[in-house]
């Protein structure tokens, strides 16, 4: 011990010096300019794999074809392409019509946005499952909005530009978050958000189909539960029974066909079949008892024809600017959000990767092209890339063959759609959104966190009972101050010995974990910055008064506190503001008699340190240790001296 | 060895069991209800230290006077109470005139403000240094955000509503900040950001102050560097040279007084003397050379007479409530921040403790008080305040005998200053406020931390170029930014062990760390929260295979990767994205043939990993480790029998 004490004798300036076996050197990082640090920093931040590690080594003509692929994924895996059987695809063009509806447009929108997005998206695309069309929330959040600025029975042609526009922006402003990396924007939708948002969707969006389940013809425009439930239930002379029993003999054997599915695998061939029977008998139906004539309202005749070029209908003036863009922006958030989710549960049920930035590109080209022919936004469907993946698709060629079949429905079948009663696509939707419900889901955050369950609560009845937007903006805001909170108010926790051993744990956590005289050991859990130091300034004295307090009421009084050991293992980064805070710590703990040693600091930690000690000194000889083993070993013989 | 071997064999599910001496067991922390830990939380998040702490034991009475003396802390100094030498409270008052001016306000508001609220703090308020009156910087934001809705010139009456009714507010949102415990908000406002914002206010109201240096009638009302330039420029004409000559001289000997009291602490009472003497000395010029016939403005006459009841004066009707509501939020927090910080610094200078929280309170019942007695916003101004604290004012005193000076000029100098030029104002306020631009702060700033200093910087250049309260705003945004972006993208660092010992660090940081063949040893330096598991998943992969490639270039070709070793030392919270991301990263690890390692999770960490272990087991036998060194020594056997 004898080397020890000679170390701090000898009044070097010199940090952490070895002079011993027992104690280890704190290590500076190797420099860094600062230049260089931004680089590594905006690598890291922006491109968590290097994008160009695939071509280090490659000849130049591998390179080109490696970079092909990079921008168009359509060459990545057309050469190993295998035909998928036909499916039911008309289906997903059908329940187009009906989403379109739910965002007030014309039924034919709903076909178009079902052709031209899947065309674009299978070149651009980097998801092999995902299927692409018009989506129930999107439709949902972009009518909602939009109706505030326009009427659409009134002026459904304005309201229709309105919408090619929000689209238009939309897909501006997922494309540019692609090219500027700023991806990481959806990660704020967390899952417990996510949930809670879903399910409340889905319930909204089932109550507008309750609509069409009972025949109502005058009904709301608001979207809220209260609003929809009053409308219906001060509509009830306007109930059609007719509608309503085909609309509730179809819902269940929807229901039951997706029971039956989801229970046995070997079945789901029923769960994807089902939509396309009861679209095909309903029609039937209606079209031999003649039953629009007894209050069943049909989709009604629909022009055959593809896409018509939209862009003279983009409206760029300055009175519905602001809408529009507002309404791009959430509605693109949104789809973004189902369309990366969608694609990353698949790729990694198949281990295969989907790079966000990329797919984000795609969804926001798709969309702007959709806004030039016809389309409103569009995005990969979650529950229609079930199907798909369930149906064995591999490549994103299903997407062209859904195209055909929306194609080939456009031009031949329109006048089929004529006696397609509205009930039976309201009776799909319910089906479909169900399942995005997810209790178990809801349990088991509630189980895990309970913070979590709250902003998944906040955001299912913000939703059902606000506006989808505000719900989703009241959970992200507050899933973004619970991060602040943690950093603001960070745990400082009192360390001891765990007998035995030269490890220092948790006295909370660890039971057998036991104090050293002489010493207070603190770790803080987070980093040290300007929204914290105020706290832990006022925290760290109330921590040492009430140490010393209970310390004093021991039986070992005379060991009376000499060091203050501050474990900075959890410390990751401290700014300005907690370099002041660690310095004033040093002088402040010196008026009191006690000497302050750092533990373990973190390469960027240290770094400000040694920068800190070079402007103004404060690190004192031996106040660095690498462990707090070492630090309490060579620094007891000063406690038995002074005691 | 035998022993590990054989208990990762017999397959139990009890997790860490100890059978060695060389394994500690992972303990979780004791159970604790929720509403337990709520409490708990609430607690260490709103009183960092029990402020019930000092009842404790106490008998009746003496809590009564206790509580008595935390409500008033008057009762709590008074007893002690030494008069100090009366000093040059007069110049206090009357920079309040020019600091008035600079809001568009009546000069006399400035000598009110100067007198009831100091009044309503020394009974209130917490610290005994500070001293209480209008600043600089919140006259200023208060004068340029009201004269958005209202010309002074043209309405002053409604104008002086406005500020009274922005002042009720300010002090309304203060007062509620305090009551409700929320002082953590102004901690948002970090030092960087101060530095930046005190630097460029201090030009903004010097620029003003050019207007009454040279003597212009026509001066813009805008506040940035560009118009305020342009406006001295292009009146040229309307320069008076008896002014600036006579500002100049002034402001030459106000600089140089300043200069020596900060070179030699013996002439203190120079500088603090020169204002006072600048005063009297050219109202006296004035009198005798009658210059006010030359062109150089005075203050002019003022009524005698104390503060006239004013709550009638306050609007809250809806045209202008936006208006004031945002005025009084922003100088509120502006002020306050000024207010907090003079509070803490003196007190840290003496060694004694302010709330922040019963501060809040206390300014803003003050500024309450303030609008309904013709005062504007005021608050604890930083540079008197070290005047007081130099001149050795020990109690809260200061601000009584100061309200005392200012209500003897009210009722019975207030004559005297018809003859008082604006121009020594002028000087004075420019004096005081040159030693707001803190270059060597800036300095050190810039050589700890360069987003720090990218923080001050857009501070100064906002308030400079753009307006004052977004200057704030963006600086705000950018250090929140900066906090969420270090949790969003979080560094993964491999660890290596220290030769001949059991400890593992950075390989970055320590050059002589060296990684264990067959582990692959990780840190995460960050919560795991949702806004970085999607990062973190596709940042291991990356680790993972670049660590692989690498590890396969070397010598060491057979010992293959066997073990993922996650260190979770730095992890202090998971919520239940993070707790996905790590059962998810536990299955595909598997699938590559790694098994994961868990090592050293922090109390709620490990709560919740056993939690969700309940729901769905995914923690194998021996997975959770004490300590890295254990870990792989307990597990290096594997490896052999595997090579």
């Known amino acids: 011990m004898e080397g020890e004490c000679m170390r701090r004798e000898e009044g070097q300036v010199e940090i952490g010096v070895v002079t011993s076996e027992a104690v280890h050197r704190v290590a500076e ?19 968590p794999d290097d994008p160009f590690r695939r071509f280090k080594g490659q000849p130049l003509k591998r390179k080109w074809v490696l970079a092909a692929q990079y921008l168009f994924p359509v060459l990545d895996w057309a050469p190993s392409y295998s035909f998928s059987l036909f499916k ?25 946005t079902s052709f031209v ?70 990660d704020f939708l967390s899952k417990a958000t996510l949930v809670g948002f ?24 608001k979207m809220g539960v209260v609003p929809v439930m009053s409308s219906v239930f001060h509509n009830t002379n306007e109930w059609s029974w007719e509608t309503a029993a085909m609309g509730i003999c179809f819902l269940a054997f929807l229901l039951l066909a997706r029971h039956a599915g989801m229970r046995r695998p070997k079945l789901s061939w029923i769960s994807v079949g089902a939509p396309l029977a009861s679209v095909v008998v309903s029609t039937l139906v209606v079209f031999l008892l003649k ?5 069943i309202s049909t989709i009604g005749k629909l022009r055959c024809g593809l896409n018509r070029p939209s862009w003279d209908k983009l409206l760029f003036d300055g009175t519905h600017l602001s809408t529009t863009m507002k309404t791009g922006l959430v509605t693109g958030i949104i789809s973004l959000a189902e369309g990366i989710a969608s694609g ?54 299903s997407n062209v063959v859904m195209a055909t079949t929306v194609m080939l429905t456009l031009l031949l079948l329109m006048p089929l759609f004529a006696y397609t009663p509205n009930v039976v696509l309201a009776a799909i939707i319910i089906a479909a959104v169900v399942g995005l419900v997810d209790v178990p889901a809801a349990c088991n955050i509630w189980k ?24 989703l903006a009241i959970a992200i805001g507050l899933s973004t101050f619970r991060i602040l909170l943690q950093i603001t108010r960070p745990k400082m926790i009192a360390l001891g010995n765990i007998p035995g051993t030269s490890i220092y744990r948790d006295m909370h956590q660890y039971k057998e974990a036991k104090g050293v005289p002489g010493f207070l050991i603190l770790a803080i859990e987070a980093p040290i910055n300007f929204s914290n130091t105020t706290y832990l300034n006022e925290r760290h004295v109330a921590v040492i008064t009430r140490w010393i307090e209970n310390e004093t009421t021991m039986e070992d009084k005379e060991a009376s506190l000499r060091f203050l050991i501050l474990d900075l293992s959890a410390v990751p980064t401290v700014d300005t503001s907690g370099i002041t805070f660690l310095n004033e710590l040093k002088k402040s703990t010196e008026k009191d008699g006690l000497e302050l040693i750092f533990v373990n600091p973190m390469g960027e930690v240290m770094e400000k340190l040694q920068r800190a000690n070079k402007i103004q000194e404060f690190l004192g000889v031996g106040s660095l240790y690498l462990t707090v083993g070492e630090a309490v070993i060579s620094l007891s013989p000063f406690i038995k001296e002074s005691a």
Chains 1, 2 share one sequence.
């Open 448 to 471: 895990l966190d309970k913070v979590d369950f709250l902003v998944c609560l906040s955001s299912f009845l913000g939703v059902v009972f606000v506006s989808v937007q505000q719900g």
């Open 198 to 221: 879903m399910a409340g969707s889905a319930i909204i969006v089932s109550l507008q189909q309750l609509r069409n389940l009972l025949g109502i013809v005058h009904f709301t425009k």
């Open 88 to 112: 039911s695809d008309l289906v997903a063009g059908l329940t187009g019509i009906s989403y379109a509806k739910l965002a007030s447009l014309p039924p034919a929108v709903g076909l178009y």
């Open 29 to 47: 990082p190797p420099p860094q300019s600062t230049v260089d640090k931004v680089k590594v920093r905006m690598k890291e931040t922006f491109f």
């Open 117 to 186: 997005p899947p065309l674009v998206y299978s070149v651009l695309g980097s998801s092999r499952d995902v299927a692409v069309g018009p989506v129930s929330i999107a439709s949902l959040v972009m009518g909602s909005m939009l109706r505030q600025a326009a009427n659409p029975n009134a002026d459904p042609y304005l309201f229709l530009q309105l919408a090619l526009t929000a689209t238009f922006f939309a897909g501006l402003f997922q494309a540019s978050l692609g090219i500027l990396r700023l991806g990481f924007i959806i």
């Open 344 to 397: 990353r549960t698949f790729a990694s049920l198949r281990s295969y990767k989907v790079d966000g930035n990329k797919e984000m590109m795609a969804i926001g080209l798709m969309n702007i092209v959709g806004s030039c022919t016809s389309c409103y936004v569009s995005t990969g469907a979650f529950s229609r890339s079930a199907v798909n993946h369930n149906a064995g698709c591999k490549t994103a060629m």
């Open 291 to 295: 039953a629009q004539n007894h209050g």
